[in-house]
């Protein structure tokens, strides 16, 4: 009978790995929470962090790898830094002038800023020589 209980404790924490299992108000499981340590000002960049986060179920900010915020209207990238193991990110028709931010992600493989006529096209020169990417570059700098 003991082997039962144990066995069916087991099942009960493994099926509710979502929820926080406690006994006699001594919380004996708490699941990983979403991660949340990041500041970003631009509401539109914010939002798609936001969502990915959920969708991904990111639990530690490099274990963020893909981003899609395309036509988000974001126009500051500051904060996205926090996130250094982004490999692939989609940031095409935004209102983007200042790619400088990209310049520090090391493991960017990809990155589509196409679309964003105001970015300037010295500072895509200077990205494209630093990182070692798929450089998806807005119509006026090709």
């Known amino acids: ?8 404790t087991f099942l009960v924490l493994v099926g509710c790995e979502r929820y926080q299992v406690t006994i006699n108000e001594r919380q004996i499981y708490a699941p990983d929470q979403l991660f949340s340590d ?5 509401p539109g960049l914010n939002s ?10 990111i639990k530690r900010a490099e274990d963020l790898r ?21 490999t692939t990110i989609n940031l095409a028709n935004n209102r983007l002038t200042d790619v ?22 010295t ?3 200077v990205l ?10 807005p119509d006026n700098c090709l």
Not at 38 to 42: E, F, G, P, T
Request: glycine share 6%; net charge negative; hydrophobic share 45%.
């Open 66 to 86: 893909r981003i899609n915020c395309s036509y988000a209207g974001i126009s500051n990238l500051e904060g996205l830094k926090r996130f250094i193991g982004l």
């Open 1 to 8: 009978m003991k082997l039962f209980t144990i066995a069916l």
């Open 38 to 42: 990041y500041q970003i000002a631009d």
């Open 128 to 137: 494209a020589q630093l990182l070692p990417t798929e450089l998806i570059a």
């Open 100 to 121: 400088k931010p990209l310049m520090f992600f090391g493991q960017l493989s990809r990155l589509d800023i196409s679309g964003n006529e105001s970015v300037a096209c």
């Open 123 to 125: 500072d895509l020169e």
């Open 48 to 57: 798609c962090i936001k969502q990915v986060i959920i969708d991904q179920s």
